[in-house]
């Protein structure tokens, strides 16, 4: 039998032995997929949230304080889809709707990696 592989999961968190805490399977992926999809790559208008890899992520910020419509909600879809092809290259985007509340968009995007599936919410508050 095969053991899962375990990484860090972020944001960052302490275990109950005071260490940094790790996970594995559905766990694990969810915490990839949040990372790229909550860190400020760069675009037209900000050079990047991490100064030693200043594309990486996907650049949702870029959504906040637009009109909050069906166009808004596809342009939440494409960043998703092409952020994740781009930074996870293994992890196969099984769905994503987005959903509006007044100011609030809030995104449920489900993923893939082998045999495991995760999903992730991130609401991005207008």
């Known amino acids: 039998?095969?053991?899962?592989?375990?990484?860090?999961l972020v944001p960052f968190r302490r275990d109950r032995k005071r260490d940094f805490a790790v996970g594995s399977g559905a766990e694990l992926l969810a915490s990839k997929v949040r990372q790229v999809l909550?860190?400020?790559?760069?675009?037209?208008?900000?050079?990047?949230e991490?100064?030693?890899?200043?594309g990486f992520g996907a650049g949702l910020s870029r959504l906040r304080h637009?009109?909050?419509?069906?166009?808004?909600a596809e342009l939440a879809r494409v960043y998703v889809?092409?952020?994740?092809a781009r930074w996870l290259?293994?992890?196969q985007l099984v769905?994503?709707?987005?959903?509006?509340?007044?100011a609030t968009l809030t995104l449920r995007?489900?993923?893939?990696?082998?045999?495991?599936?995760?999903?992730f919410e991130a609401p991005l508050p207008g």
Request: hydrophobic share 30%; glycine share 8%.
């Open 66 to 72: 637009q009109r909050n419509d069906t166009v808004l």
């Open 38 to 48: 909550l860190t400020e790559g760069a675009t037209p208008h900000s050079t990047g």
């Open 109 to 119: 995007v489900r993923v893939r990696e082998g045999d495991t599936t995760a999903d």
């Open 50 to 54: 991490l100064p030693w890899r200043t």
């Open 89 to 91: 290259p293994g992890v």
């Open 95 to 102: 769905r994503i709707s987005v959903e509006q509340e007044a």
């Open 81 to 84: 889809r092409d952020a994740l």
């Open 1 to 8: 039998m095969s053991q899962q592989p375990r990484n860090l």
